[in-house]
């Protein structure tokens, strides 16, 4: 294995080479709940899109996505989903430790369980995500809290991959938080999250002023 190729890729292709889509093909709820805020004809970075059920529900409101995933084997299954839906879903296969971010070219950065990230990864990953957007651009991000190990319905096992309220809101502080909250629901979204599940849902904005990295 390289340097540049992300250490669990094979698991990950492994997973996504079922026939069925993992995580289901519609929306996550929270994000589908949270899109009137974007404006259709906008421009949205989906990161770690999987197998696209994301990135084309965006598509499908008329808005210009990109769909950024390490898995060729999730990207071959978007790009199939999208043809099904008739929705145009710009593609990309990358590994997000060593991808070109590019600077304030996003309206919108939707993340969604990206709970991937090593806790020396992430807080670079999250700075990025925010530097992606236009001023005045909006960030959903869904992922898992640290209570998520007692329900075991979903997610990482490993508790430095959860997220909690002062995580978040540390690491976005640079930007207005419109909507930070813990919330304990059931979902159901494919095999892969399917129960009651401990979540914390964040909605931010970059603010104008904010000064690139």
Known sequence: ????????????????????YVFGTKPNAFLA??????????TVLAVADGEGRNGVFLAERGMD?????????????AEKLADARGVTLRCET????NWAWPEAAYDAVVAIFIQFASPDFRPRLFAN????????GILLLEGYRVEQLAYKTGGPSDVAHLYTETMLR???AAADILLLAAVDRDIHEGEGHRGRSALIDLVARRKPALQDK
């Not at 709940?33 to 906008?42: D, M």
């Not at 990358?94 to 430790?97: K, V």
């Not at 530097?131 to 005045?136: H, M, Q, R, T, V």
Request: net charge positive; charged share 35%; glycine share 6%.
């Open 33 to 42: 709940r949270e899109a009137g805020r974007l404006k259709p004809g906008g």
């Open 1 to 20: 294995m390289s340097d540049t190729t992300p250490p669990d890729l094979q698991r990950w292709e492994t997973r996504f080479a079922a026939p069925d």
């Open 94 to 97: 990358a590994d997000l430790r």
């Open 65 to 77: 996505v990109l769909s950024v995933d390490f898995s060729p084997k999730a990207r071959e299954k």
């Open 170 to 172: 540390e690491a976005f």
């Open 129 to 136: 995500m925010l530097a992606a957007l236009k001023p005045g």
